[in-house]
């Protein structure tokens, strides 16, 4: 139990996706203009990460291991990735059209979204077993979610704020997220 608190701890604030090892900024830059939009793009990433980590965890304990094909591991995740996202393009078209078309093309580029694959790839590498990286993979989303969420609300507010012409749009954007990083680091001293 130790162990997976450590792992929560960890891959949530220590050594956040986004702001420690910057997989999926893509996504964290392009689609925190709003708190809700953010929040839905941390549902889904919450979804398919989580889910990815444990199918991926799965199909290579249990198939590519044993087979001897674990050359193939970075095809077959990119593939059981691509296959969720669709899953919850679908879901989300269906019953939340608004947060749907919010998303644009931020939700398809969950596929190619980095971090994704990289929390796949990581579990491989640390040896996780299934339930280690199901719960690396949790805590890596939920981590996503916090630092999307807080960009989000800070630019929310900065919108509102006199900032010189240099510095409007994107710079203070890139600003931000570097001073974000530097307050994540100050979690290093946890674990």
């Known amino acids: 139990m130790k162990e ?10 220590v050594n956040n996706v986004v702001l420690s090892q910057f997989l999926g900024l893509c996504p964290f830059l392009g689609v925190s203009k709003s708190t809700n939009t953010a929040a839905g793009m941390g549902g889904a990433v919450i979804f398919v990460i989580t889910l990815a ?30 296959a969720l996202v669709q899953f919850v393009e679908m879901f989300l078209k ?8 919010a998303l644009g093309v931020y939700l398809p580029l969950i596929t190619t979204n980095c971090a994704v694959l990289g929390v796949a790839l990581l579990n491989v590498q640390k040896e ?3 339930l280690q990286g199901t719960v690396n993979g949790f805590a890596t989303a ?5 630092s999307i969420i807080l960009m989000a609300s800070i630019r929310e507010k900065i919108r509102y704020n006199d900032i010189p012409k240099a510095f ?7 600003i931000t997220a570097g001073l974000m990083s530097i307050a994540f680091f100050g979690f290093s001293g946890l674990i």
């Open 4 to 13: 997976l608190l450590l792992i929560i701890v960890g891959s949530a604030l």
């Open 53 to 82: 980590s444990f199918v991926t965890g799965v199909i290579y304990k249990l198939i590519l291991v044993p087979l001897d094909l674990t050359y193939l591991q970075t095809i077959v995740f990119i593939l059981i990735i691509a």
């Open 94 to 101: 269906k019953s939340v059209p608004s947060l749907y078309q």
């Open 128 to 130: 996780y077993n299934i």
């Open 142 to 146: 939920v981590g996503f979610t916090i």
């Open 168 to 174: 409007q749009g994107f710079p203070i954007v890139l």
